[in-house]
């Protein structure tokens, strides 16, 4: 209990800091964001008014004040792009960015796990030696490289898959969820759900990539450590079975560095986003990140940032949380 | 089995979360090309694109953003939207045409001797969107509102001194000196005629996606940063057949490779501003056109007036690759600009004389003025290819004399706030393109180089009052005396030349890709990248 | 002490080339031998460039617009770009530029986040708590994003790449370095030394540090693939270092529009760059790594 809740504070003082952070990086900005916000349009009698709504001559902590205080309501700014308050895009971008994270770490997980143990059973054998070699170069891929050869073989060659979207341009259903994956199967037409799956297929082979390595690598060097323990030896000495051994034994111990591995796969899945949404035209939170960029567009970058922050800090927790009901360890090492 | 648990708990958490979230849309309809068609419509229609293959719905790429949906004060690329869903009262007809105008809400026009008085008869029958009956004082507000305004394109309004409505559907124009009232009411801004009920609303209301016109099309919904989707008028006076275009979404798709992607996929069936590379591949493309129009577009890059001396600009005017653009890039189907009248355009000027890439003088001239260690900025859009091409090839160029030529690419909304809001902190060169308002030199002089008060496409702050003198009066002879206003525009130019005020890059080639499957699309040089749907059928 | 053996005292142990050691295992494992080979040739190829081909001042950035968009041929053996420069010149400058950036993005991030997980570990107390809980906001953001604010803010620079980038990583350095301090701190040997009298500088910098670089040097092996990555994401929206300087991820950025069409030489070399190069890092990252932790050998 006092470690959930010393943790509760950490991960609250760590929100704070990052919404600090984004704050002064968003004051380095060298372009006016008045003249940003008034629009191509505007004389400069609009800009200094538009300056003086965004209270940007006050001094320094006034604005983080307000800046803070308007975060709390829930009000992210208005992008100057669409010049409609982000807090009304966001959560339409939510779910597409989300779906394609847990499709691809579920993925990678699914494959990595075995294949992370099949590795571990002989270690430096040649089994061994090829799939550390495939694991090492699934790490290595740049995912806008490895989008461009999927794209050019299997769309644009093959034409076995779409290039780009969610969802094709004559299929409609509802969209309860946001999950295209669970509506689609909602709608009762397999040729939507199928739809839906052709679109996921290429985006989620380039971002499961990185993390289908890692698991391999971590879930691996877990199981080594774990089967060089004495009571594998003695399991083993009683000649029970190697798949026992392995999988009953060892890998319910070796699980325990699967949460980091579930933690760091999700992280790097959301920030990988970033790119592979761009590649894809995925429409999430990557896209509007990416967009932003070059639209010079600083309130849906910050705000981005900042969500995306605040949702990673948050499944770390619950990530930690998890860890340590099931590690009496953390809680009496801490 | 604690970690499966926990995987389901997770998801099914993730999946509530989502759930919460998204209830403000119920039925989104979602297409290949990413970004949803709003539920949030004005009307409260939703948008169902029926099957890609003979469908009557059209998928418009469009490279750049919608800033302003007000007719009376757009002048940037609104212009593919507007003209589908207002109209003017003239238009100007393709090259090749018998005419050189046609009627659209006028039917007949005539003027007196001097061209000081314009009388036009309006066409009977034609109705707003909302009912309301297009007379001659609708079309007299309509143009007073430009006016009234007085932003983007109003300036082809100044000659009016009063306008009247003789009778319901005949209206007067008394002109302050002569011009050419039929022409200028051909324009691709500024002279869109709206429902009287409309007139009195501001800016912010068009801009909400909200339009008063008399157009075959109607705008259905309007997502900033994010597209247009427009619907058939069933009222308009030009009739219904089957095979017409009953639906479109003009999407904004900022990406190049994106576009390219949708075009070849059929998820679009009209782009431009591709890199040009590519359209001998598209070409090949069974299923594309690759579409290619007489242009009157003109690629320049401006001169800050403020942060450059006359002898950097000097210099810079003589460092740019003219030849080797010109024939290299853009499929060397571009010429070199000769000033800034396009060459297609009347009072272009063939012999004019212009500098020729001269590094080693450019050299000399900054070291004379003391000039070393010279760092520019140079800002273009971040999505145009041969932009970036020209850049590069460009500091290769400026590399050799020492000097430092800094490339910052960003999209055409946001360089030209910066760009406009503070000229010390703007770049130096501000490389764009123009095509024209309406078919006249005086729009490319006025629009980009008379002196404002506050800059709006005169991005370079030039400021010369001998060369606003000069293209008010040419404006004001032309319509009398075409020759006479070809001579003082040509001299107008040659001062543009003098001053070293932009570097005259290139006429650009007009080119785009079609769907092969619709048919009727004419390019035309007057309304740059329009494609009229109206005139589609597949 | 001489200067090698003074600068051998921060290098681990079992990375000293005598039989049975960490080197010495190092060259026995092929796949370390094969990163490393794949690494000497990127090295040589950066440094060596302009006498490698010659089309160097392409490879600078000068085009050659009569050679456009050509494909791999007897005379551009890996063709040419949209601007007619030679694609295998261009890789090399590239290599230049990604070389540059790692090492600069690995040192920053290792300075500052030794600087200040040593004064964190040494010192304790009040310091301790406010430097780490500094460097938990840090950690807190996903990889790759606060890099891409930091640069977006600062403009697109390799200057200003390298910084962003190290902005986000020194904290998993200063964590580390912390925590080994922290332990090291109540060895005998360093209480001796403060008992003497010895400043607190002295000690953290002659005694303290080099015992901490181990796991260090690890990490920085394998940092070096993931800059690669980083980067070239960085450079590939825009925000690396600007045109026409050589870079990987701009070349596959720019590439990437004419790959349909097939012109596809131009993103799929520099794409292979980027992974051989980050590939190679990661193998040195590993193989250093398992001479480092018996476990993890297979010897046990």
Redesign the interface.
């Known amino acids: 209990m006092r470690y959930l809740l010393r943790r509760l504070l950490t991960s609250l003082f760590v929100i704070l800091g990052v919404v600090t952070i984004t704050f002064v990086v968003a004051r380095l900005v060298p372009s006016d964001p008045a003249t940003l916000v008034a629009g191509p349009r505007a004389r400069p009698a609009q800009i200094e008014q538009v300056r003086a709504d965004l209270r940007l001559d006050d001094p320094l902590i006034t604005q983080y004040v307000t800046y803070i205080g308007d975060l709390v309501q829930g009000d992210l700014g208005v992008s100057f792009a669409t010049r409609r308050p982000i807090s009304s895009d966001l959560p339409e971008l939510m779910p597409a960015t989300l779906e394609l994270a847990l499709v691809a770490t579920v993925l990678s997980m699914l494959i990595g796990i075995p294949v992370g143990v099949m590795a571990s059973a002989k270690p430096g054998g040649r089994k061994d030696s090829g799939i550390r070699v495939l694991a090492v170069g699934s790490v290595s891929v740049p995912v806008f490289w490895s989008a461009l050869i999927l794209q050019l073989i299997f769309a644009g060659n093959l034409g076995w898959l779409p290039l780009s979207g969610r969802v094709g341009s004559n299929v409609s259903f509802e969209t309860v969820t946001g999950f295209f994956l669970v509506d689609s199967m909602l709608s009762g037409s397999w040729a939507n759900v199928w739809d839906v799956m052709r679109h996921l297929a290429l985006p989620v082979a380039v971002m499961a990539a990185y993390p289908l390595g890692l698991t391999i690598r971590l879930i691996r060097g877990s199981m080594l450590e774990v089967l060089g323990e004495r009571y594998i030896e003695a399991a083993r000495v009683a000649r029970i079975s190697e798949r026992t051994v392995l999988y009953r034994l060892a890998l319910k111990n070796a699980m325990a560095p699967a949460l980091t591995v579930l933690g760091l796969t999700f992280a790097y899945s959301v920030s990988s986003a970033f790119l592979v949404e761009a590649l894809f035209n995925w429409p999430g939170i990557g896209q509007y990140l990416t967009n932003a960029i070059v639209r010079v567009d600083f309130p849906v970058i910050i705000a981005a940032t900042l969500v995306i922050t605040v949702v990673y800090v948050l499944v770390n927790l619950l990530l930690d949380i998890v860890h340590a009901r099931l590690d009496p360890r953390v809680e009496l090492g801490s | 089995m604690?970690?499966r648990r926990?995987?389901v708990i997770?998801?099914v958490l993730?999946?509530v979360l989502?759930?919460c979230?998204?209830d403000?849309?119920?039925?989104?309809?979602?297409?290949?090309?990413?970004?949803?068609a709003d539920s949030e419509t004005t009307s409260g229609e939703t948008i169902?694109?029926?099957?890609?293959a003979g469908s009557t719905h059209f998928v418009y790429a469009n490279p750049f953003?919608v800033?302003?949906l007000d007719p009376s004060?757009s002048f940037?690329s609104e212009h593919v939207v507007l003209q589908n869903v207002y109209e003017t009262l003239t238009r100007f007809n393709p090259p090749g045409s018998s005419e050189q105008l046609s009627g659209v809400l006028a039917e007949s026009w005539e003027s007196n001797e001097d061209a000081t008085v314009w009388t036009f008869n309006l066409r009977d029958g034609v109705t707003f969107h909302d009912g309301e009956t297009m007379n001659a004082d609708a079309v007299i507000a309509s143009l007073q509102r430009s006016l009234d305004l007085g932003?983007g394109a109003s300036f082809i309004f100044f000659p009016i001194d009063s306008m009247e409505a003789t009778d319901e559907l005949t209206v007067v124009f008394n002109l302050a000196y002569p011009a050419p009232m039929d022409l200028v009411m051909s324009s691709n801004y500024g002279a869109y005629i709206m429902s009287p009920s409309a007139v009195g609303e501001g800016?912010d209301w068009f801009n909400e996606g909200n339009e008063a016109g008399s157009g075959p099309y109607t705008i259905s919904s309007y997502?900033?940063?994010?597209g247009v989707m427009l619907s058939q008028y069933q009222e308009y006076w030009g009739g219904w057949n089957d095979g017409q275009i009953a639906t479109v979404d003009i999407q904004l798709v900022?990406?190049?490779?994106?576009a390219?992607?949708?075009i070849?996929?059929g998820?679009a069936d009209y782009t431009y501003n591709l890199?040009h590379?590519?359209y001998?591949?598209?070409a090949a493309e069974g299923s594309l056109d690759v579409v290619r129009g007489q242009s009157m577009t003109n690629l320049f890059g401006m001169l800050n007036h403020v942060t450059l001396s006359p002898e950097v600009r000097e210099a810079i005017v003589l460092s740019f690759p003219y030849d080797?653009v010109a024939?290299?890039?853009y499929g060397g189907e571009g010429s070199r600009a000769l000033g800034i009248i396009p060459q297609a355009m009347w009072g272009a000027d063939p012999d004019l004389a212009v500098p020729a890439t001269d590094l080693d003088q450019a050299a000399s001239i900054l070291e004379d003025a003391g000039v070393s260690d010279l760092s520019l900025t140079l800002s273009y859009d971040?999505?145009t290819?041969e932009q970036?091409?020209i850049?590069?090839?460009w500091?290769?160029n400026l590399?050799t004399i020492g000097v430092d030529l800094?490339?910052e690419?960003?999209?055409f909304?946001?360089r030209?706030?910066?760009q406009?809001?503070?000229p010390e902190?703007a770049a130096d060169i501000f490389m764009m393109f123009w095509f024209p308002t309406f078919v006249t030199p005086y729009d490319f002089m006025f629009s980009l180089f008379r002196s404002e008060e506050?800059a709006f496409f005169n991005l370079g702050y030039y400021a010369n009052p001998d060369f606003d003198l000069l293209i008010d009066d040419a404006d004001a002879v032309s319509g009398v005396d075409r020759e006479a206003a070809i001579a003082l525009f040509q001299e107008a130019q040659e001062i543009l030349i003098a001053d070293n005020a932009a570097v005259f890059m290139l006429d650009i080639p007009d080119v785009g890709v079609m769907n092969t499957e619709v048919s009727g699309h004419v390019p035309n040089p007057a309304y740059t990248n329009v494609v009229r749907f109206y005139e589609l059928s597949r | 002490m001489t200067a090698p053996a003074r600068a051998r005292r921060w290098l681990p142990a079992s990375w000293q080339v005598t039989p049975g050691s960490g080197v010495w295992y190092y060259r026995r494992n092929w796949l370390g031998m094969a990163a490393a080979v794949i690494l000497a040739v990127i090295v040589v190829g950066a440094i060596a460039a302009p006498w490698l081909t010659p089309y160097a001042d392409e490879g600078t950035g000068v085009p050659d617009l009569s050679s456009r968009l050509m494909g791999p041929s007897a005379e551009h053996w890996l063709g040419t770009d949209d601007l007619g420069r030679d694609v295998l010149a261009r890789l090399l400058y590239g290599a230049r530029t990604a070389l540059l950036v790692a090492v600069g993005v690995v040192s920053l991030a290792v300075i500052v986040g030794l600087v200040i997980g040593a004064i964190a570990g040494y010192f304790g107390g009040w310091i301790d708590e406010i430097l780490m809980r500094v460097t938990d906001v840090f950690l807190a953001f996903p990889p790759l994003l606060l890099a891409v604010i930091v640069a977006a803010a600062l403009g697109a620079s390799l200057r200003n790449t390298i910084i962003a980038i190290a902005v986000s990583w020194w904290p998993w350095y200063a964590r580390q370095v912390r925590t080994q301090v922290l332990s090291l701190r109540e060895r005998p040997f360093v209480r001796a030394v403060r008992a003497i009298g010895v400043p607190d500088r002295r000690i953290i910098v002659q005694h303290v540090v080099p015992n901490v670089m181990a796991p260090v040097w690890v990490q920085a092996a394998s940092d070096l693939g993931a800059s690669v990555l980083t980067a070239a994401g960085l450079s590939f929206v825009g925000l690396g270092p600007r045109p026409p300087t050589a870079d990987w991820g701009s070349m596959i950025a720019d590439g990437r529009q004419f790959v349909l069409s097939g012109q596809w030489w131009i993103a799929t070399f520099a794409g292979v760059a980027i992974l051989l190069t980050a590939l190679a890092f990661n193998l040195m990252g590993d193989v250093i790594r398992d001479v480092s932790d018996p476990k993890t050998r297979g010897e046990a």
């Open positions: 604690k970690l926990l995987i997770f998801s993730t999946m989502a759930a979230s998204s403000s849309a119920e039925t989104t309809v979602t297409t290949d090309t990413g970004g949803t169902e694109p029926g099957d890609s953003p800033f302003d004060s940037s932003l800016s997502t900033a940063g994010e900022e990406d190049p490779v994106l390219e992607q949708m070849r996929g998820d890199p590379d590519i001998g591949s598209l080797d024939n290299n890039l971040a999505g290819t970036q091409q850049g590069e090839v500091a290769a590399a800094v490339l690419p960003l999209t909304d946001a030209w706030e910066i406009q809001a503070d902190a506050f």
